[in-house]
C-alpha cells in the first residue's frame, strides 16, 4: 500500500468514505488514513446511513448439506448373527428393537469414506496418547489399526 497524505485535519465525509471504498479499502485503512478508531468509523457509517444492523448470532441445530451427507444404508444384522455384549470391547453394540447394529458398523455406514478412515485414525491416536498405556489401551489401538488397514486395503465392504 501507497504512504498517504496525512488527513488528520481533513473530516472524512460520507461522499470522500464512499470513493474511498469505491476505490477497494478497507475500513480498517480508511480509519488509519484519517486516524480515526474503526469504532468511530462504524457509529459514522451507522449516522450516515451506510452500515447494516449488526445480526446476533442464533442457536440453530446443524443441518448437514445434501452434497457432503453420504447416506449409506445400516447393514441388516438379525439377532442371531449379532455378538453378544461386551462391556469393554471397541465392538460396543446398540440396541435397536429387536436387532443390534455394532457401533463400528453404524459409524461406517453413516461416514464417507474418508471421513470413516479419519474416524479409525482419531481412535487409534485417542488409545495411543497419555502418559501410561493399560493393555485395554493397547488392545483398542490394534484392533483400531486393523480396521483401518482392511480399510485401506481394500475389505472393508466400500
Same mark, same amino acid.
Given at each position: ?50 452500515? #447494516? =444492523?449488526?445480526?446476533?448470532? @442464533?442457536?440453530?441445530? +446443524?443441518? &448437514?448439506?445434501? *452434497?457432503?451427507?453420504?447416506? #449409506? =444404508?445400516?447393514?441388516?444384522? @438379525?439377532?442371531?448373527? +449379532?455378538? &453378544?455384549?461386551? *462391556? ?71
Amino acid at each position: 500500500m501507497k504512504a498517504t497524505p496525512n488527513k488528520s485535519k481533513e473530516e472524512l465525509t460520507k461522499e470522500t468514505y464512499i470513493k474511498l471504498r469505491d476505490q477497494g479499502l478497507t475500513n480498517r485503512a480508511i480509519a488509519l488514513r484519517y486516524k480515526i478508531s474503526e469504532a468511530t468509523l462504524y457509529s459514522r457509517r451507522s449516522d450516515w446511513g451506510l452500515s #447494516k =444492523p449488526r445480526k446476533r448470532p @442464533t442457536m440453530k441445530t +446443524a443441518k &448437514p448439506k445434501e *452434497k457432503e451427507t453420504v447416506q #449409506k =444404508p445400516l447393514p441388516k444384522v @438379525t439377532e442371531h448373527e +449379532a455378538e &453378544p455384549v461386551k *462391556k469393554d470391547s471397541a465392538r460396543a453394540l446398540t440396541q435397536q428393537a429387536d436387532t443390534a447394529v455394532s457401533t463400528i458398523d453404524f459409524m461406517q455406514a453413516r461416514m464417507s469414506a474418508e471421513h470413516f478412515k479419519g474416524y479409525l485414525i482419531g481412535n487409534v491416536l485417542k488409545h495411543s496418547s497419555g502418559p501410561q498405556f493399560s493393555p485395554e489401551d493397547v488392545k483398542k489401538m490394534v484392533w483400531y489399526g486393523n480396521k483401518l488397514l482392511e480399510i485401506m486395503e481394500g475389505g472393508g465392504g466400500e
